[in-house]
């Protein structure tokens, strides 16, 4: 009897196993197309401000915040092929702005985008700060230094996404280790 017992176990170990493995969880490296749009106060939506449909899917870890922690969440047990469609409020996305992320930077330590040779207010350029290099949303400039904001340019908007995952695999130890993707479709910083 007890001989029966220890098959069924393995059985159902195996299929759970299996499912698993298709699912997405902790140490995943997961693909996924997404499209993102803002909605406004009022509920109505604003056109794809992002999408990746037709380039390259984004992967990310699953399990170390490397997207932003809504959509971990609405991702976490989805399988390859599935869709979500998903409205992300400030803190579940961005986060609300914060009224002291403005700084007064030199000019000449804003990299602007290729192509730019003129600042102007409302543009975005990067920064190499003690944390990595970050982007910033110019709101002020004069002559030698520029007033930038250090909120995400996202931060305090309510995001819609509509994502398709594309891809799971298991993450290597080496991911794990290091919190993110290597690797073909790794290191979006």
Not at 14 to 30: E, F, H, P, R, W
């Amino acid at each position: 009897m007890s001989s029966l017992d220890t098959n069924n176990g393995t059985g159902s170990d195996a299929d759970q196993g299996k499912a698993a493995a298709t699912t997405i969880a902790l140490n995943k490296v997961v693909s996924f197309h997404y499209k993102l749009a803002e909605v406004a106060p009022d509920g109505s939506r604003g056109d794809w401000m992002e999408e990746s449909s037709g380039g390259e899917p984004l992967f990310y870890l699953h399990g170390f915040h490397n997207v932003v922690v809504g959509l971990e969440r609405a991702l976490e047990g989805k399988a390859v092929g599935e869709s979500i469609e998903i409205t992300l409020k400030p803190e579940e996305a961005y986060g609300p702005r914060r009224s002291d992320a403005m700084q007064r930077v030199p000019i000449k330590h804003l990299q602007l985008q290729q192509g730019v040779t003129k600042l102007k207010p409302g543009m975005v350029a990067a920064v190499k700060t003690d944390r990595g290099v970050r982007s910033v949303v110019v709101s002020k400039v004069g002559k030698f230094n520029a007033d930038v904001d250090f909120n995400h340019p996202l931060a305090g908007r309510t995001l819609y996404y509509e994502i398709e995952v594309v891809g799971i695999r298991d993450a290597s130890a080496e991911e794990i280790a290091h919190g993110h993707v290597h690797g073909p479709g790794g290191h979006h910083h």
